[in-house]
């Protein structure tokens, strides 16, 4: 410590020295989170002085900037490549919903609660992120790299540490998988899930040394920078939330180190971050000025340090545009088949790649629910070209039960249970089962698998029960209950990962249990055979008040009524599309158009297959559509057009105030849609709160066409 104080004083003083005596500069970044986003502007602040280490080393996320930096980014590209991660979806383990798998798309928003089953039974999680978006971000970032495994041999070397979890022994790493060991050394306890590496279980490196400032002495720098985003222990009335309880159990071991290591360091850069924790990222670039801030107190020290010093040019490894791929190997499926992954990726040997449409790809992998984490590595052949390795590891709970809550003023409360089972009896296969408690029960078996664009094969099973009424002049004049019972087998198949499409079979029984008021019909039980063809589209960014992408949905159907068990009456077909765009027009401004076609060709339908209109909900059963300033089933006919428009305004997070109008016809011919003066409307405002149990929403409606005015209430997501 003498030795060192005495060089420093020697910069200060500003004696002469050529450039093989100069001193050697380490520098070291602490972990922290959010907050080390502090050591951008401390190295920014430093390069203005001249001043690049000799020697890199960092715990946690500090490891990530100080390994950034190392292998040539500068700080304006690390601040850029950091700011543009989606941090609340790394945090959040989410994937977009169109990188979802068709089914999942479907149902991931209707669930509440997800419990993981295996042979012991429920089986909690070993912490609420398994760090997939981690390790693909890491991937990305240093894909250049895959390759180039000794740390020290990099335009700066670089260290860094991992906490062994068996053990609790603090590991050093010099040398390895640069993104997997940059994993293992950011797996914050309960946060992020341990990353196994090289046969031993890691957890974030901060756990034993949050700021490696040792290592920089047996390296034998001779002037030692510490960036320190650590944050004191918290006092008793500052331990209010989960973040900063976790903060704090992670602390402890790290900071009697902490003590001990400081004596190292020859400058101690520690701005006030105090009112920020390891998730504001939101304050990233005020966290940023404040390093460099802090850093300027130093000024007269780093402009000795730095006299004579020449930063030279860097090579920044960015990641290439495209590689040419003329190999390719998975590692990792069991449970899962080889052709099934290339097929999702949509890679094959031979092809240029881009490298968006890879990382699309391992996300749509991974959206797929088969894997705990995807990953890949780009291994550069001899000739020019890359040997593309994706690596895979499959979900061990192939078994997960759902729960899940819905009210609406249709269909009133209902409890969910749903039971999915993957990879049930056959590789990329999904079974699934709900179940609706309710007054108005509905259920649905289907067991699907999943090939992308090659056609494959699908079971499924419905059955629904619900009350309703029959309307004349807007005045109810029959109650029935309707249950129908069907069961259909299909082909599917998915085109680009984007468009569903497909057809089948399906036996459908429908019973009426109270008269109909109808003279064409004369049972309230019958059997159905149809036939049917579908198209699928959903690229919404979110469920509720989506304001990007668009869907496209439509059947073709072929209702063949069976008398008996030999017997069919004359064939009806149906035919209904239903489109929807979602706007944005700023951050809190948007909405979404909706545009529905629905025909009947050939004689009238069955009552159960008439073309229904009214009321807010979604999701309903056969050719039942939603339509604003009427009852639910209140409007029914042969053919139906109707144009749709909602506006919304987020006026603070998670709480909306929208308003709503439609216009439709309803008519006995497709000729009288165009020619026919009788427009029906609806119009309404509503307010919604976006709940941790799915959006709650009341809504007020009416309509030019009569002078009631409706209520509508809602609670959940849709199933």
Request: with cysteine; hydrophobic share 40%.
């Amino acid at each position: 410590m003498i030795n060192r104080l005495i060089v420093v004083l020697f910069i200060i003083l500003g004696l002469s020295a050529s450039a093989q005596e100069r001193p050697t500069i380490g520098l070291a970044l602490s972990g922290g989170g959010a907050k080390s986003m502090t050591h951008i502007g401390v190295l920014r602040e430093l390069e203005r002085h001249n001043i690049r280490p000799d020697y890199i080393t960092g715990s946690s996320m500090g490891a990530i900037i100080a390994a950034m930096y190392s292998v040539g980014y500068s700080p304006d590209q690390i601040e850029e490549l950091l700011l543009s991660v989606n941090w609340d979806a790394l945090l959040n383990n989410s994937l977009p919903r169109y990188q979802l798998s068709y089914l999942d798309r479907k149902s991931s928003d209707r669930y509440t609660l997800t419990l993981a089953l295996d042979s012991s039974g429920v089986r909690l999680p070993d912490a609420l992120n398994s760090g997939q978006f981690v390790i693909s971000t890491l991937t990305y970032l240093f894909q250049e790299l895959h390759a180039d495994t000794n740390f020290l041999e990099y335009d700066i070397p670089f260290a860094c540490i991992g906490t062994d979890l068996v053990t609790g022994e603090m590991v050093v790493f010099r040398d390895g998988d640069l993104a997997e060991v940059l994993r293992a050394s950011s797996a914050f306890p309960s946060i992020f899930s341990p990353y196994e590496y090289d046969g031993r279980l890691y957890v974030d490196g901060g756990v034993r040394n949050n700021i490696p400032i040792e290592l920089l002495e047996e390296a034998g720098m001779d002037f030692i920078i510490a960036s320190d985003a650590q944050a004191a222990l918290h006092k008793k009335e500052e331990l209010t939330d989960v973040i900063s309880i976790l903060e704090q159990v992670g602390s402890f071991p790290n900071m009697t180190y902490y003590e001990e290591q400081k004596q190292y360091a020859d400058v101690l850069i520690h701005p006030p971050l105090e009112q920020y924790n390891i998730v504001s990222y939101d304050f990233s670039d005020t966290i940023i000025a404040l390093g460099e801030i802090e850093t300027k107190k130093y000024s007269s020290i780093f402009d000795s340090v730095g006299e004579g010093r020449v930063l030279r040019p860097r090579h920044v490894p960015f990641p290439k545009s495209e590689y040419l791929i003329q190999s390719i190997r998975v590692r990792g499926t069991n449970l899962t088949s080889d052709r099934f992954v290339l097929a999702t990726i949509d890679v094959e040997v031979g092809q240029s790649l881009e490298s968006e449409q890879l990382r699309s790809g391992i996300e749509k992998l991974y959206g797929s629910q088969f894997y705990r984490l995807v990953d890949y590595r780009l291994w550069p052949t001899d000739s020019g070209g890359y040997e593309l390795e994706i690596r895979v590891d499959e979900n061990p709970n192939t078994q997960e039960l759902h729960l899940g809550v819905h009210y609406d003023d249709d269909f009133n409360i209902g409890v969910l249970v749903n039971l999915t089972v993957r990879n049930a009896l056959i590789k990329n296969s999904k079974f699934s089962f709900d179940a609706v408690i309710s007054e108005n029960p509905r259920g649905e078996l289907s067991y699907i698998f999943e090939r992308g664009f090659i056609p494959a094969l699908g079971f499924k099973i419905d059955f629904h029960q619900f009350d309703s009424r029959l309307y004349q002049d807007r005045r109810p004049i029959s109650e029935y209950t309707y249950t129908d019972f069907s069961s259909e087998v299909f082909l599917h198949s998915t085109l680009w990962d984007l468009y569903t499409v497909g057809g089948g079979v399906r036996l459908e029984n429908i019973d009426l249990s109270e008269p109909i008021l109808r003279a064409e019909i004369e049972e309230s039980n019958r059997t159905y055979l149809n036939y049917f063809g579908f198209i699928d589209f959903d690229s919404f960014n979110r469920t509720y008040k989506p304001n990007s992408g668009f869907s496209l949905t439509g059947e073709f159907k072929i209702i063949s009524e069976q008398e008996d068990l030999t017997t069919y009456l004359e064939p009806i077909s149906i035919v209904h599309l239903n489109y929807a765009q979602a706007y944005k027009f700023g951050d809190r401004w948007g909405a979404r158009t909706n545009l529905m076609a629905a025909a009947t060709i050939g004689p009238d339908a069955p009552f159960p297959y008439s073309i229904f209109l009214g009321s807010l909900g979604e999701n309903y059963t056969q050719h039942i559509f939603p339509f604003i300033g009427y009852r639910y089933m209140e409007l029914l006919g042969r053919n139906a057009m109707t144009a749709r428009v909602d506006v919304w305004y987020e006026a603070f997070d998670n709480h909306f105030f929208s308003a709503h109008a439609n216009v439709g016809k309803l008519e006995e011919s497709v000729a009288d849609l165009y020619n026919s003066d009788v427009l029906l409307d609806g119009y309404g405002v509503s307010y919604g709160y976006n709940s941790p149990i799915g959006p709650l929403e009341l809504f007020v409606t009416k309509s030019t066409n009569h002078s009631e005015m409706l209520t509508y209430v809602r609670l959940g997501f849709w199933f």
